[in-house]
């Protein structure tokens, strides 16, 4: 019963380095989240996708980008790191609009930018 | 925009006491309420929900929150903490975002409790 499962958990970067996260779900889900946790801050929205191929931007999508290839994996990727991405990232999917269903979160994957 | 406001950042309470997280929100019509926990390096499990009907939102571990639509909040209550209660709490509000519906989290409150 995996739910929602993060990969790394951990990753260090170098300034202007790239990588991609990545997110997978085996609860047949629709929608799904990348959320970014900063101290003090609660969790913000980064970007979002309502569907496989579809991906729509969130209320902090700069510096990312997202892919949705696949029902079941939701891509996050940086391009080039900046230190002000060093953060806790969350993903999180959901069976339908947020109200009517909850979300349920991976565990995170703390990323440091040097 | 919605937005949530989480009023203290930290709250300790003994093993026993009540627990009171307080949460309000600004909203011009009734939104959905959330309250989620989240414990050390893990992810965020929902605790309890608020959509329509009754305004006391029973939730998992003894946990509950009243909606006061007049106040507009959604406190988090426990009549007895427990040391397993231990965790970082945030209370979040729906907001229609670009055509669809999206959480927006609060700070979050670091709840302790004391032996």
């Known amino acids: 019963n995996a739910g929602v499962t993060q990969t790394p958990k951990f990753r260090v970067l170098k300034t202007g380095q790239s990588m991609t996260l990545l997110c997978a779900q085996d609860m047949n889900h629709e929608y799904m989240y990348w959320y970014r946790q900063d101290p003090g801050m609660g969790l913000r929205l980064i970007h979002y996708s309502v569907g496989e191929g579809t991906t729509a931007k969130g209320e902090v999508p700069d510096g990312y980008n997202v892919s949705r290839l696949k029902k079941q994996n939701f891509l996050l990727g940086l391009e080039s790191a900046a230190p002000s991405q060093t953060s806790v990232y969350f993903c999180?999917?959901?069976?339908?609009?947020?109200?009517?269903?909850?979300?349920?979160f991976g565990d995170g994957t703390r990323l440091s930018i040097l | 925009a919605q937005s949530v406001t989480q009023l203290g950042s930290h709250v300790s309470v003994s093993e026993g006491a009540l627990v009171l997280l307080r949460c309000n929100y600004s909203?011009?019509?009734?939104?959905?309420l959330f309250w989620y926990v989240q414990y050390p390096n893990q992810g965020l499990q929902l605790l309890l929900k608020?959509?329509?009907?009754?305004?006391l939102v029973k939730g998992i571990n003894g946990f509950e929150a009243e909606f006061k639509k007049s106040e507009t909040s959604f406190h988090l209550t426990k009549p007895s903490a427990h040391m397993s209660d231990a965790a970082e709490y945030f209370c979040?509000?729906?907001?229609?975002?670009?055509?669809?519906?999206?959480?927006?989290f609060g700070q979050g409150t670091r709840l302790t409790i004391n032996p």
């Open positions: 979040a509000v729906s907001s229609r975002f670009q055509g669809a519906q999206k959480l927006v």
């Open positions: 608020y959509t329509t009907g009754a305004t």
């Open positions: 909203s011009s019509v009734p939104p959905y």
């Open positions: 999180a999917s959901s069976y339908g609009e947020v109200g009517n269903q909850p979300q349920h």
